[in-house]
C-alpha cells in the first residue's frame, strides 16, 4: 500500500462552470513543485469528495478547480491527499 500526507489546501469558495468547484488553496503550500492535478480532495472526515483538474491563479493566491466526486458540497476545511514515494537506499560497499 502506498502512503500519502495530507496537505491542507483551504476551502470551497463557489460553484463554477455548472458543476465544479473552486477551492481557495494555500498560499504556504508550493504547488510548483507538488502538481496538484489528479489528486484526491478529502472533507473534514476523511471522505473523498473531489478530484483537482487544474491550479488557477498566481502564487500568492492560488485557486483549484476541482471535479466533485459526489453530490454532496463539502464544509469546512478541505485535505488534498499526496502520494508519497517510497526511497530506496544505496547499500555502500
Do not use: A, C, F
Amino acid at each position: 500500500m502506498r502512503s500519502t500526507k495530507l496537505v491542507p489546501i483551504g476551502t470551497l469558495k463557489s460553484i463554477v462552470l455548472e458543476d465544479k468547484w473552486l477551492i481557495q488553496g494555500d498560499p504556504n503550500h508550493d504547488y510548483s513543485k507538488v502538481d496538484p492535478s489528479g489528486l484526491v480532495i478529502l472533507d473534514s472526515r476523511q471522505r473523498r469528495v473531489g478530484k483537482v483538474l487544474d491550479v488557477l491563479g498566481n502564487i500568492r493566491s492560488p485557486y483549484l478547480l476541482v471535479e466533485p466526486l459526489t453530490k454532496d458540497v463539502p464544509n469546512g476545511k478541505l485535505v488534498l491527499e499526496v502520494p508519497q514515494s517510497k526511497h530506496h537506499r544505496k547499500h555502500r560497499r
